[in-house]
């Protein structure tokens, strides 16, 4: 198996901040845990993410899951935009389930 990081993006922010959001949540996430010998781990190979979009319920439940940082926007409002999780081969179905992100839901953001 591969370590990964798993990036988080509410289906409702913008293209534009979504794609800043995945940057610093994949920033954000490393220096949260560049200690932990996992993420050297990941970091001495292929440093693999998959981003992922989730609607709210979703990404609600997904902010419950250990090991993880939530980042917010200030141009939002401060509302919160992405999740990143600590590299790691197994991942609950609840993330693994989420659609890949692949840009706004149609008539979303």
Do not use: C, N
Not at 4 to 18: D, F, N, Q, R, S
Not at 54 to 79: C, H, M, N, Y
């Amino acid at each position: 198996m591969k370590l990964k990081m798993y990036i988080v993006i509410h289906e409702t922010v913008p293209l534009g901040l979504a794609v800043v959001a995945a940057a610093h949540a994949s920033l954000a996430t490393y220096l949260k845990f560049k200690d932990d010998s996992t993420v050297r781990d990941w970091l001495a190979g292929s440093f693999y993410k998959v981003i992922v979009r989730a609607d709210a319920f979703a990404f609600e439940a997904a902010k419950q899951l250990p090991d993880s940082i939530v980042l917010t926007e200030s141009s939002l409002g401060g509302r919160e935009v992405a999740i990143g999780f600590k590299p790691r081969e197994e991942w609950p179905d609840l993330l693994r389930k989420l659609p890949l992100y692949k840009g706004p839901v149609e008539g979303g953001g």
